[in-house]
């Protein structure tokens, strides 16, 4: 399944980018050298920034705006809209809203992009019953491809498969579908283990001249991955090419991916060697795809190639890629790599993070080396950095696999007070309580097995099939109350 969840992965990276492609209205010209334009553009936008900042509610929002414009202040559309994109490209829709329903509510003279825009802030932030009330509300002159795209859209995402079948067939007669539309409705079926009726509306799409992109043909080779037909998903390779359409990273990495799924590490190895040779591959993600395939792989030197091609593009890489290439390393147990790239990092970051602290501390321990691991530990405390449960795990599961067990409770004890027992915790890992189960049955040592119990107890995970084991080998864990 390894393969299918990157293949998905990467699908869904561009959907977002993808389904929202519809235009606002354009701005009135306005005769300035462009230079003085950027800069207005630029207060403008600080300033309602500012504003959004400053607000805690709807009314503050709105408040502040009409108090703006009665005062004179000239607040412009493309401002408007810069911000509300912002807003939606950091998910908080609920301000997005807000000035998109100023924005309508005032003179502003907006578009069918904008009313689109709407409809999905509405479909986020209320729902789809609102959304669609919304569409209903306006002129049938309102009712475009753009704003049918976007209810079409809203449907898809929530998965209400007769209001989709039933739209879309609406948009086909009006003759409002478009590769867009297709494309949502084709990750629906995607996303809804429904991949046999993918191939279907590609042909019906080629029949009615609807041009198939580069994200059509990714998901119709996911379709034929889902059941198996590497021939089929071969085929669409060969219809690409012969439609001179060119690959992106992101078809290299979805096809590599479905290669290792599938067993043929060759190919995809010869996949990411193509994708290595891009040219102009300016994107974090790209270089992260291919390290992470690369060691799925099982191959080291690619890993360790496409780290220098990622620094390569960025000097000084993010500390997010180099917990990409640190994790990497460590499944491939390039023990040598791993520490090196690490140096690395802590030679120009004065502050440690703790996920990329953790894969060191994880890799000390699984090679025994305690004392590296301990260090590490203490100097991430003094940097004053939290550790999280997954560093307490480690260290649970390390010594309760050496049978130190009041180090292993310790830890577990120090975990179970970050835990949140309101919510389902992973922690500890299922490894590490078969483990202490396994130790109180080989041990007799009641004091412990009730500590035990009273740590499990807190965040929830003394489970009848635990305390059972418990009951059964030691006495002690009858007094415990469940």
Same mark, same amino acid.
Request: proline share 2%; net charge neutral.
């Given at each position: 399944?390894?393969?299918?969840?990157?293949?998905?992965?990467?699908?869904?990276?561009?959907?977002?980018?993808?389904?929202?492609?519809?235009? *606002?209205?354009?701005?009135?010209?306005?005769? *300035?050298?462009?230079?003085?334009?950027?800069?207005?553009?630029?207060?403008?936008?600080?300033?309602?920034?500012?504003?959004?900042?400053?607000?805690?509610?709807?009314?503050?929002?709105?408040?502040?705006?009409?108090?703006?414009?009665?005062?004179?202040?000239?607040?412009? $559309?493309? %401002?408007?809209?810069?911000?509300?994109?912002?807003?939606?490209?950091?998910?908080?829709?609920?301000?997005?809203?807000?000035?998109?329903?100023?924005?309508?509510?005032?003179?502003?003279?907006?578009?069918?992009?904008?009313?689109?825009?709407?409809?999905?802030?509405?479909?986020?932030?209320?729902?789809?019953?609102?959304?669609?009330?919304?569409? %209903?509300?306006?002129?049938?002159?309102?009712?475009?491809?753009?704003?049918?795209?976007?209810? +079409?859209?809203?449907?898809?995402?929530?998965?209400?498969?007769?209001?989709?079948? $039933?739209?879309?067939?609406?948009?086909?007669?009006?003759?409002?579908?478009?590769?867009?539309?297709?494309?949502?409705?084709?990750?629906?079926?995607?996303?809804?283990?429904?991949?046999?009726?993918?191939?279907?509306?590609?042909?019906?799409?080629?029949?009615?001249?609807?041009?198939?992109?580069?994200?059509?043909?990714?998901?119709?080779?996911?379709?034929?991955? +889902?059941?198996?037909?590497?021939?089929?998903?071969?085929?669409?390779?060969?219809?690409?090419?012969?439609?001179?359409?060119?690959?992106?990273?992101?078809?290299?990495?979805?096809?590599?991916?479905?290669?290792?799924?599938?067993?043929?590490?060759?190919?995809?190895?010869?996949?990411?060697?193509?994708?290595?040779?891009?040219?102009?591959?300016?994107?974090?993600?790209?270089?992260? *795809?291919?390290?992470?395939?690369?060691?799925?792989?099982?191959?080291?030197?690619?890993?360790?190639?496409?780290?220098?091609?990622?620094?390569?593009?960025?000097?000084?890489?993010?500390?997010?890629?180099?917990?990409?290439?640190?994790?990497?390393?460590?499944?491939?147990?390039?023990?040598?790599?791993?520490?090196?790239?690490?140096?690395?990092?802590?030679?120009?970051?004065?502050?440690?993070?703790?996920?990329?602290?953790?894969?060191?501390?994880?890799?000390?321990?699984?090679?025994?080396?305690?004392?590296?691991?301990?260090?590490?530990?203490? @100097?991430?405390?003094?940097?004053?950095?939290?550790?999280?449960?997954?560093?307490?795990?480690?260290? *649970?599961?390390?010594?309760?696999?050496?049978?130190?067990?009041?180090?292993?409770?310790?830890?577990?004890?120090?975990?179970?007070?970050?835990? @949140?027992?309101?919510?389902?915790?992973?922690?500890?890992?299922?490894?590490?309580?078969?483990?202490?189960?396994?130790?109180?049955?080989?041990?007799?040592?009641?004091?412990?097995?009730?500590?035990?119990?009273?740590?499990?107890?807190?965040?929830?995970?003394?489970?009848?099939?635990?305390?059972?084991?418990?009951?059964?080998?030691?006495?002690?864990?009858?007094?415990?109350?469940?």
């Amino acid at each position: 399944m390894v393969g299918r969840a990157i293949c998905l992965k990467l699908l869904r990276s561009t959907t977002y980018r993808r389904c929202f492609s519809t235009e *606002t209205a354009a701005v009135e010209t306005i005769s *300035t050298p462009a230079i003085s334009q950027r800069k207005r553009i630029s207060d403008g936008r600080r300033k309602l920034s500012d504003l959004i900042n400053r607000a805690d509610s709807e009314s503050n929002i709105k408040d502040a705006l009409n108090k703006l414009d009665n005062e004179g202040e000239s607040i412009q $559309k493309i %401002d408007i809209v810069g911000c509300i994109n912002n807003l939606r490209r950091t998910d908080r829709f609920d301000l997005a809203l807000q000035l998109s329903e100023w924005m309508e509510s005032s003179k502003i003279m907006i578009s069918n992009g904008d009313r689109a825009i709407r409809i999905h802030l509405l479909a986020n932030t209320k729902g789809t019953d609102s959304a669609e009330m919304y569409f %209903d509300s306006l002129q049938e002159s309102e009712k475009t491809s753009k704003t049918y795209g976007a209810l +079409l859209s809203s449907y898809c995402r929530q998965k209400m498969f007769d209001k989709v079948s $039933k739209l879309f067939e609406k948009m086909k007669e009006l003759n409002f579908t478009s590769t867009l539309n297709y494309n949502n409705v084709i990750s629906l079926y995607l996303r809804s283990g429904q991949p046999e009726k993918v191939s279907a509306l590609v042909q019906e799409m080629e029949q009615r001249n609807i041009a198939v992109d580069i994200f059509t043909y990714n998901q119709l080779m996911n379709s034929y991955a +889902l059941v198996k037909d590497i021939v089929s998903v071969e085929a669409v390779l060969e219809k690409m090419e012969k439609h001179q359409v060119k690959f992106d990273w992101l078809t290299y990495g979805n096809l590599a991916g479905i290669y290792i799924n599938n067993g043929y590490r060759d190919k995809a190895n010869d996949i990411l060697q193509k994708m290595e040779k891009m040219k102009d591959m300016h994107d974090r993600e790209a270089f992260h *795809t291919l390290i992470t395939l690369y060691q799925k792989t099982s191959n080291p030197s690619g890993v360790n190639r496409s780290w220098e091609l990622l620094k390569s593009v960025f000097p000084t890489p993010s500390k997010f890629s180099y917990l990409i290439v640190l994790l990497a390393l460590s499944k491939l147990g390039d023990s040598e790599a791993l520490e090196k790239r690490f140096r690395e990092l802590e030679s120009h970051c004065k502050f440690f993070d703790i996920r990329v602290s953790n894969v060191m501390m994880e890799s000390y321990l699984d090679r025994n080396m305690i004392e590296e691991a301990n260090l590490l530990y203490e @100097n991430v405390l003094k940097q004053g950095v939290e550790p999280n449960l997954r560093t307490y795990d480690a260290f *649970t599961n390390f010594y309760i696999k050496n049978s130190q067990i009041d180090s292993a409770l310790k830890y577990l004890e120090m975990g179970a007070s970050k835990a @949140n027992p309101k919510k389902k915790v992973w922690f500890p890992k299922d490894e590490s309580i078969k483990m202490f189960l396994a130790y109180f049955e080989d041990s007799n040592d009641p004091v412990r097995a009730e500590k035990f119990c009273e740590i499990m107890k807190k965040i929830n995970r003394l489970d009848s099939s635990v305390y059972d084991s418990l009951l059964s080998t030691n006495s002690a864990a009858s007094e415990v109350e469940l």
